[in-house]
Antibody, heavy 124, light 109 residues
Framework: EVQLVQSGAEVKKPGESLKISCKGS????????IGWVRQMPGKGLEWMGI????????RYSPSFQGQVTISADKSIGTAYLQWSSLKASDTAMYYC?????????????????WGQGTMVTVSS | DIQMTQSPSSLSASVGDRVTITCRAS??????LNWYQQKPGKAPKLLIY???SLQGGVPSRFSGGGSGTDFTLTISSLQPDDFATYYC???????????FGPGTKVDIK
């Protein structure tokens, strides 16, 4: 079964660092992009960025460039989203997602496999 | 970057109603438009891709249409399981800018 399993909920203080994970299984992890999506409490979905684990090509939404780091370790089939200094405004649910087709990016990409989400709470 | 809007932002409907949600792009995106359903506490679920193609396993009461800048998601006969929030997402742009619409919440009248 193809699935993405995300790491568990986190509670952090402002200024702390954090790295959450998204582990893919049941498919060739290096061959499929992995995207990250933020959902703040009671709000909509926001596209954060995407990585191709095969060569670590990473693209960030302008809104998130410089705010987070997306990475992947293809040897263990895991993608990551990390913060160096969390803010209260980073409190949100974070989802990873995989597109339906493998290979390099193409127009019309469709995300049909989603992780269960990781809730990040930042509070003093 | 391409901006996406949806209307209405919310609607109340009854079981059996026909429901239509509209999504508009700020520039032409051809048919590169996907629809997702999200229930509270759950990950989004793909319903429709390429504007009108039904994802496998999705009931046929869901349909999508449109091209260019204007798109619709129609539920022909609303069922109890359909009360959720629906998002459109354009996949025309580069990987850094796959924007979602703001969502449409469908709840029970």
């Amino acid at each position: 079964e193809v699935q993405l399993v995300q790491s568990g909920a986190e509670v952090k203080k402002p200024g702390e660092s954090l790295k959450i994970s998204c582990k893919g299984s049941g498919y060739s992890f290096p061959s499929y992009w992995i995207g990250w999506v933020r959902q703040m409490p009671g709000k909509g979905l926001e596209w954060m960025g995407i990585i191709y684990p095969g060569d670590s090509d990473t693209r960030y939404s302008p809104s998130f460039q410089g705010q987070v780091t997306i990475s992947a370790d293809k040897s263990i089939g895991t993608a990551y989203l990390q913060w160096s200094s969390l803010k209260a405004s980073d409190t949100a649910m974070y989802y990873c997602a995989r597109p339906s087709t493998s290979g390099y990016f193409s127009r019309g990409i469709v995300f049909d496999i989603w992780g269960q989400g990781t809730m990040v709470t930042v509070s003093s | 970057d391409i901006q996406m809007t949806q209307s209405p932002s919310s609607l109340s409907a009854s079981v059996g109603d026909r429901v239509t949600i509209t999504c508009r792009a700020s520039q032409s995106i051809s048919s590169y438009l996907n629809w997702y359903q999200q229930k509270p506490g759950k990950a989004p679920k793909l319903l429709i891709y390429a504007a009108s193609s039904l994802q496998g396993g999705v009931p046929s009461r869901f349909s999508g249409g449109g091209s260019g800048t204007d798109f619709t998601l129609t539920i022909s006969s609303l069922q109890p399981d359909d009360f959720a929030t629906y998002y459109c997402q354009q996949s025309y742009s580069t990987p850094r800018a796959l924007t979602f619409g703001p969502g449409t919440k469908v709840d029970i009248k």
